[in-house]
C-alpha cells in the first residue's frame, strides 16, 4: 500500500468577513491507497476545509499536505489545476451543469482532460452503466432524481481515473434509502475496483459503512477509529 | 480544453439564454448596419458625383476663372472678379491658345435671369458659347435630343437644356423645337430699371445629361451663341474660359495650368478636373470619417451593453465556473470560454449589421432615386435626378465584421478576467 494523502500538522485560516476563522488548526492524516475514509463531525469542525484541501481547490495555510509525495502548498495555479484532474469531487449539491444531460455532463470532464471525443462518449456510457444510469443518460439533472443525479456525478468523478475519490456529503441532499444505494455504489467502488475514497458527513450511521473514520472537532482530529 | 470544446461549450452557453443573446447581438448589429449604410451610401455617393464631374468635366480640360490666389477657383460661374479689377475677356482665349499643349479654348459668359416656356416663368441660367466649340469640348453632352445644334448659329435661336422644356423630366413638355422662348432682362442702367423681353426660338433641346460639371453642359440652361451674348448683356468679359488640352497627361495639365497662370501674372485661378476630383475625395474622406465616428459610437454603446451582460452572466454563472475549476479547468480556459462568446456574439452581430446595413443602404438609395415620387419635382430638383450606387467596398466588410468582434472582445476582457480569477472554493459556494 502507498501512502496517497498525507496531512502534517495543517494549517488553514480563512477570513469570515472581516473575522478570521481558524478552520484547522493542525491537522495530521494518513490515507493508503485503497482505502475507504470517512470524516465525520459536526457542521463547523472543518471537515469540508480537509476535503477542499485535499481536492486542491484550496491552499493550506500553514503545514505540509502532501498529495502523492508533491507538497501542495509549493504548486502554482496551473499544477494545482492540473493536480484537480486527477482527483474525483462528488458534491452534496451534485453540482451538474444544468443544460447538459448526464452523459454530456461526464463527458465535459473529459474535455478538460483533453480526452478524445470517441474516448469520451465510450468512455461516459462504461461508466454510467456501472452507477446503473445506462438508460437514462441523454436526460437533463432536471429529469432525474437526486439519487440519480448523485449517480452521475460519481461517474463523473470518476471520469478521468482519478487516483481517489473526494466526496462532501455525497448524501446529505437525498433520502435515506438513496443513501444507502448510494453508499454501496461507493463500496462497491472500493472493494471492487479498488478506487481510494474519502468522505465527509455527520452522518454517523453512514461513517461506519467505511473502513475507517476519523472524527473532527474544531479543526482537529480528535478520534481515529478502524470498523 | 481543445479550441473545439472550448467553442462549442460557449455556444451551449449562449443557446440556454437565447432572447438575451439576441438583444445583446442587436446592439451590435445597430452599429455595424449604421456603420456600413453610412459608408456604403457615401462611398456611392462620392462615386456618384464623380463620375458626373468626370462626363460634366472632361479629365483633359482646365478652367480659368479671374480672380488668382488659393481656392479662387471655387467661385467659378458667379463672374467674380480678383481685388485688382482683373477680369477676363472673350478675345483672352487667344492668349491662352498660344500656351503650348492647348489644343484650344472658348469663353463662356453666363447670367442668371427669367426665361419664360410654354407660359411658365422661371429663373435660370443663360449661358453664352461658341456651339461648335463647346460640342467639341464636351462631345458626349452637349448634343441634341431633338432638333440639331447650328455650328454657325442665328442671333435669334437658342439651345435649351432638358429641365427648361421638361422641368418634372416625366416627358411633359412645355414647348418643342421651332417653340418660342422669352429671356427676360434688366436694364439696370436705366432710372428706374425696366424689364426687356427678348424673343427667341428654340432650335434644339439636348438629350438629359443628370450632371452637374462645373463649366460643362447642363439640363436646367439655356444656350445662346457667344456672340449674342456679348450683345445681349453689353459686354466683353467672360465668366471663364474652358481650355482643351492635347493630352490628359498629369504633366501637362500641371504646366499648362502654371503657364496660364504665369501668362495672366497669377491674376486667374486654373482649376482642372483631377484637382476638384482630389478636393471631392478628401471632403468625403472627412464626412466618412465623421458619419463611421457617429456610428461607432452606437457600437460603443453595444460594447458596453455586451459588458453588462457578460457581468450578469458571470454571476450568474459563478457556480459553473467553479465546477468547471473543481473539474481541473485552467483559468486561461474560462477565460476562453467567456471571449469566445463575445467573439460569437460580435461575428454574427457583425455578420447580421453587415447585411441589414446594406440592405439599408440600398433602401436609402432608392428612396433618394424616387426622390421625385416621394417629395414632389423640387426633391428631383435638388437632387438632379442623382443615382446613387451604394458601394460595399472589402475593406469595410471586412473592417465592419472586425471591428464588431473587437468591440465585444474588448469589452468582455473584464468580465472574462474575473471569471477566470474566481477561486473555485468561492464559486461553489456561491448562492
Known sequence: MTTIVEAMNLKKMYLLGKVPVNALRGVNLKVESGDFLAILGPSGSGKSTLLNLIGALDKPTEGKLLIEGVDVSTLNDNQLTDLRRRVGFVFQFFNLIPRFTARENIELSMSIADVSKPERRKRAEGLLETVGLKERMNHKPAELSGGEQQRVAIARALANNPRFLLMDEPTGNIDSKTANEIMGLVKGLNEEKDVTAIMVTHDQRLATQSKKTVLMLDGLIVQETVN | ?431
Open chain 2, 1 to 431: 480544453m481543445k479550441a473545439r470544446d472550448t467553442l462549442s461549450y460557449s455556444f451551449s452557453a449562449i443557446k440556454l439564454r437565447k432572447l438575451r443573446a439576441a438583444l445583446t447581438t442587436l446592439g451590435v448589429v445597430i452599429g455595424i448596419a449604421a456603420i456600413v449604410a453610412l459608408l456604403s451610401i457615401s462611398q456611392g455617393l462620392q462615386n456618384t458625383i464623380t463620375v458626373q464631374l468626370q462626363r460634366g468635366f472632361a479629365t483633359d480640360t482646365l478652367i480659368v476663372t479671374a480672380g488668382g490666389g488659393v481656392g479662387g477657383g471655387f467661385g467659378v460661374g458667379l463672374g467674380g472678379g480678383g481685388d485688382s479689377g482683373f477680369t477676363l475677356l472673350v478675345n483672352d482665349t487667344q492668349t491662352i491658345n498660344g500656351i503650348p499643349n492647348v489644343d484650344m479654348s472658348l469663353a463662356i459668359i453666363q447670367r442668371t435671369v427669367n426665361v419664360t416656356v410654354g407660359g411658365t416663368n422661371k429663373i435660370r441660367t443663360i449661358v453664352g458659347v461658341d456651339f461648335a466649340d463647346y460640342h467639341n469640348v464636351y462631345s458626349d453632352t452637349f448634343v441634341a435630343d431633338r432638333g440639331t445644334i447650328p455650328l454657325n448659329p442665328e442671333s435669334n435661336i437658342v439651345v435649351a437644356g432638358r429641365r427648361i422644356i421638361d422641368p418634372q423630366l416625366n416627358g411633359t413638355m412645355l414647348a418643342d423645337v421651332n417653340g418660342p422662348i422669352d429671356i427676360i432682362l434688366i436694364n439696370a442702367t436705366a432710372r428706374p430699371p425696366t424689364t426687356i423681353t427678348v424673343h427667341r426660338n428654340i432650335t434644339a433641346i439636348l438629350k438629359e445629361i443628370g450632371s452637374f460639371g462645373v463649366g460643362g453642359p447642363s439640363d436646367s440652361s439655356v444656350y445662346i451663341p457667344i456672340a449674342q451674348a456679348q450683345t445681349l448683356f453689353d459686354t466683353n468679359e467672360c465668366d471663364m474660359i474652358i481650355v482643351k488640352l492635347k493630352s490628359s497627361d498629369q504633366t501637362v495639365i500641371d504646366n499648362a495650368s502654371k503657364a496660364i497662370k504665369d501668362k495672366f501674372v497669377g491674376e486667374v485661378s486654373v482649376i482642372s478636373a483631377t484637382a476638384v476630383l482630389g478636393i471631392v475625395s478628401s471632403i468625403f474622406s472627412i464626412i466618412e470619417l465623421f458619419l463611421g465616428g457617429i456610428a461607432a459610437i452606437s457600437l460603443i454603446v453595444a460594447g458596453v451593453g455586451i459588458m453588462n451582460i457578460m457581468i450578469v452572466s458571470l454571476m450568474e454563472r459563478t457556480r459553473e465556473i467553479g465546477i468547471l475549476k473543481a473539474l481541473g479547468t485552467k483559468s486561461r480556459t474560462v477565460l476562453l470560454i467567456f471571449l469566445c462568446e463575445a467573439v460569437i456574439i460580435g461575428l454574427m452581430g457583425g455578420a447580421i449589421g453587415v447585411g441589414l446595413g446594406w440592405v439599408l443602404a440600398n433602401v436609402v438609395a432608392l428612396v433618394f432615386r424616387g426622390g421625385g415620387v416621394f417629395m414632389g419635382g423640387q426633391a428631383a430638383g435638388a437632387t438632379g435626378g442623382m443615382t446613387i450606387t451604394p458601394v460595399l467596398t472589402p475593406i469595410v466588410f471586412l473592417g465592419a465584421l472586425a471591428f464588431g468582434v473587437g468591440v465585444s472582445v474588448v469589452f468582455a476582457i473584464y468580465p472574462a478576467w474575473r471569471a477566470s480569477k474566481l477561486k473555485p472554493v468561492d464559486a461553489l459556494r456561491y448562492e
